[in-house]
């Protein structure tokens, strides 16, 4: 297939941990990276090259990689990271930028 | 600050033409690819186009034929030129930087997008 699949929506209450699942056929051989988006603001980058984080983003926010599928992981859930995450990955060509249909994160 | 500020959305009609702008400021903007990414309303992020630092273009298959991107380093600008709108294409339009990382003076793309603009809306609508 040539796309990213996300879990609609991810509800977890806070100080618990939220996991977020990106698959596709490609993220074997290419790095994924993970965006989150408040409403009406422009994305910001919080996992690059599968698992690292950019200065800047908080420790409770990680990444993984295993094979087809790759895993945002969010310790200690706080109020202020509701929003909507993205995957962003490439085709197995590395011609295509692709994005996941985004994961809408609630902290009940 | 390092910022990239995007103008030039709007309204127009279906088949019409509408160029948006990127402005970058803050950094090197010749030392970094570009790409535009679009929202459509209440949508998910869609990549639109990508240039190089070389200019080398790789576009999506919706824009491909009908968007062109480029850049004009000395003014540290990014453009998006594109013809027969629809109203598909109604969104809003980022531009976003790619990330670089250094290491013993020679720097590389990440892949990811570490910068990104306010964004400009553009609505296709008769």
């Known amino acids: 297939s040539f796309g990213l699949t996300q879990p609609p929506s991810v509800s977890v209450s806070p100080g618990q941990t939220a996991t977020i699942t990106c698959s596709g056929d490609a993220l074997p051989n290419q790095f994924a990276y993970w965006y989150h988006q408040k409403p009406g603001q422009a994305p910001v980058l919080v996992i690059y090259?599968?698992?690292k984080r950019p200065s800047g983003i908080p420790e409770r926010f990680s990444g993984s990689n295993s094979g087809k599928t790759v895993t945002l992981t969010i310790s200690g859930v706080q109020a202020e990271d509701e929003g909507d995450y993205y995957c962003q990955s490439a085709d197995s060509s590395a011609t295509y930028v692709l994005f996941g249909g985004g994961t809408k994160l609630t902290v009940l | 600050d390092v910022q990239l500020v995007e103008s030039g959305g709007g309204l127009v009609k279906p088949g019409e033409s509408l160029r948006v702008s990127c402005t970058a400021s803050?950094?090197?903007?010749?030392?970094?690819?570009v790409n535009w990414v679009r929202q459509a309303p209440g949508k998910g992020l869609e990549w639109v186009s990508s240039?190089?630092?070389?200019?080398?273009?790789t576009y999506s298959n919706s824009s491909r034929g009908r968007f062109t991107i480029s850049r004009d380093n000395a003014q540290n600008s990014l453009f998006l030129q594109m013809n027969s709108l629809r109203a598909e294409d109604t969104a809003v339009y980022y531009c976003?930087?790619?990330?670089?990382?250094?290491?013993?003076?020679?720097?590389?793309?990440?892949?990811?997008?570490?910068?990104w603009g306010q964004g400009t809306v553009v609505t296709v609508s008769s």
């Open positions: 240039i190089s630092t070389s200019s080398y273009t």
């Open positions: 090259k599968d698992t």
């Open positions: 803050g950094f090197t903007f010749s030392s970094h690819g």
């Open positions: 976003a930087r790619d990330s670089l990382e250094c290491s013993e003076g020679a720097c590389f793309s990440t892949g990811a997008f570490d910068i």
